[in-house]
Nanobody, 115 residues
Framework: VQLQASGGGLVQTGGSLRLSCAAS????????MGWYRQAPGKQREMVAG???????NYDDSVKGRFTISKGSAQKTLFLQMNSLKPEDTAVYYC??????????WGQGTLVTVSS
């Protein structure tokens, strides 16, 4: 499974961004998809996840601000990010897997939120 993330950029505090991820390859193996992020000097953390059935989960830090969604056949994944804060600054990674969110990783896209 190959994952290609896009949509990162520079935005001011309170602004919005929409990340996209295109999945290709053995999509039939994918039951879980998610977004992780890694801020400078910090450990990588899970932001949001979605199952094939559409069930979602979010880290407490982004609940009510971020929305994860997917297209048909697990080929695309999105993360709508609203009310962005400087602490959301990080490299965001698209992930996928069968029993884990972390089997496959995309290359990452940088999100920078200026104060």
């Amino acid at each position: 499974v190959q994952l290609q993330a896009s949509g990162g950029g520079l935005v001011q505090t309170g602004g919005s961004l929409r990340l996209s991820c295109a999945a290709s390859g053995s999509i039939d193996k994918v039951y879980l998809m998610g977004w992780y992020r890694q801020a400078p000097g910090k450990q990588r953390e899970m932001v949001a996840g979605i199952s094939r059935s559409g069930a979602t989960n979010y880290d407490d830090s982004v609940k009510g601000r971020f929305t994860i969604s997917k297209g048909s056949a697990q080929k695309t994944l999105f993360l709508q990010m609203n009310s962005l804060k400087p602490e959301d600054t990080a490299v965001y990674y698209c992930t996928a897997g069968r029993l884990s969110f972390r089997d496959y990783w995309g290359q990452g896209t940088l999100v920078t939120v200026s104060s």
